[in-house]
């Protein structure tokens, strides 16, 4: 072999080598974005005053980093198909019957134990749609809103959808996505969310629109409220004649939370108001410290029932409270003491939402698990049980360790 052949023979080495790299760098990279993409911010900014570290305020200043960019995108991805679904009911834990008998599957009662979503997940929704529930929760930064689903509201599976990505971020927001919740409104699904304004700086709640629970979703291109304060915690409720709510928290000034929960009809789209605002409940209970948030409504026996968190976020006191009305817009009163608060193991139990399921209701929501306020709010049920007096409790008024669904 001459050298002219040998030289030759060497260039192709040197080129099949570079396409087998490109080859390999091709098939790591997207799993290597998605493993990025999926790392949870270390840490929630919102304080007592939800108030930005001065770090928050430079990253996010005009003349600093832009929000996200750095941080590894994912690109739109198709929903699970039916058989990921379906896949879902395996491996769920049933209870044994007392005398050691086999049990109908069907009828026998799930077990469970916290926290059910071990990982980041704190501000937690959950909407039941047919046979299957999707929970949603706060991200802070793109891509937002991860989408989890489950059979039986013990066992949550990551979906590796999410509602924003940067492909389809809001144009009006910057950050501090925050407090999402998913309804299905007609034949749409709609996500309200808490975000930052571009344009003033304060807390905003947006609307996002998809055919799927999955997406894509299509945000209005607006706020949905934006007000000369921060408005944050959006929730959606349905009346039996139809008639369409959102209530949502309003600041009561520049870094003062002490604001009150308020509530207005929406459109029947559900993308836009028919009716007045209302104030409902401020902070007026001495548990309840600087603030409430958080609202969740349902209605039960003709009564209107606000679930509502009180306190500042990282504390040891942020509690579940309730109050009632027989009527969606004004007249709640209190229960008095907060219904669900934290034990040795959980504190600062709340953000809830409230999911109806077989008999029963449900309370699923985050908390602390430890002495210490950082990082990690997994995710966590328990059982409403419902009292004579018509209010509802939570077992001892702290989260079980685990019980039966």
Known sequence: MDSSEQDERARAARRWDRRGFLRLAAGVAP?????????????????????????????????????????????????PDRAYLEALAAERPRAPSADGTVVDEATAPMLYRN????????????????????MVSTSHVLPAFPIRVSKDLV???????????????????????????????????????????????RLCIGAAVAHTPFGPYRDLGRPLIDTVVSALDPTFFQDEDGRRYLYWKEDAGPGDPGGPI?????TPDGLGFAGDRWEIARNDVDWEGPLIEGPSVIKRG????????GGAYDTPWYAVGVARSLSPTGGFSKHGDPILRGN??????????????????????????????????????????WRTDGWPGVGDGT???SGEL
């Not at 930005?52 to 198709?78: N, T």
């Not at 308020?262 to 929406?266: D, H, N, T």
């Not at 809830?352 to 709010?377: L, T």
């Open 155 to 201: 066992t949550w599976r990551n979906t590796a959808a999410w509602v924003f990505t940067r492909a389809n971020r809001p144009d009006w927001a910057i950050d501090h996505f925050w407090a999402p919740e998913l309804h299905r409104v007609d034949q749409t699904y709609v996500c309200y969310y808490t975000a930052r304004s571009r344009r003033t700086g």
């Open 262 to 266: 308020c509530v207005r009809e929406l």
């Open 399 to 401: 989260p079980r360790e």
């Open 302 to 309: 003709g009564a209107y029932y606000l679930f509502y968190s």
């Open 31 to 79: 799993a290597a974005a998605f493993t990025l993409a999926c790392v949870p911010p270390s840490r929630d900014p919102r304080s007592r005053g939800r108030r930005d570290s001065a770090q928050d305020s430079a990253q996010d200043s005009p003349q600093g980093k832009e929000p996200g960019l750095g941080r590894a995108e994912i690109a739109p991805l198709r929903p």
């Open 344 to 385: 040795d193991r959980w504190r600062g139990p709340g953000h809830n939402s409230i999911v109806h399921h077989g008999d029963w209701d449900y309370i699923v929501y985050h908390a602390w698990e430890g002495e210490h306020f950082r990082n990690v709010r997994p995710g966590l049920i328990d059982r409403v049980d």
């Open 115 to 134: 926290p059910v979503v071990a990982e980041n997940c704190p501000d937690p929704h959950v909407m039941a749609d047919g046979d299957t529930f999707y």
